[in-house]
């Protein structure tokens, strides 16, 4: 497995468990064949960045129980509010 630093790069089609956020930089148009993987690994959270937000894939992950947050992964991070 091919790693950047210390972390190892997972295949998308790999189901991964116990995964806390899922911060997306995907357009709402690119983000349907994702839908189902998203919610096979049930993160804790999901963070849809600016140009991603999509109504309908957010509305889908809250009635999972996954918190959805319109916000900056960029900015929550130089905040200290990730």
């Known amino acids: ?13 790999e189901v991964i468990q ?6 997306l930089y995907l ?3 690119n983000q349907p064949e994702y ?11 999901v963070i849809f960045n600016p140009g991603t937000i999509n109504i309908d894939f957010m509305e889908r992950l809250r ?3 996954i918190v ?5 992964t960029l900015v929550m991070l130089s905040a200290g509010t990730y």
């Open 18 to 23: 116990e995964v806390d956020t899922i911060t």
């Open 63 to 65: 009635r999972k129980g």
């Open 1 to 13: 497995m091919e790693k950047i630093e210390n972390l190892e790069i997972v295949p998308a089609i």
């Open 68 to 72: 959805v947050e319109d916000a900056c």
């Open 35 to 45: 839908y189902d993987y998203v919610e096979a690994v049930n993160p804790k959270r």
């Open 27 to 29: 357009g709402p148009q």
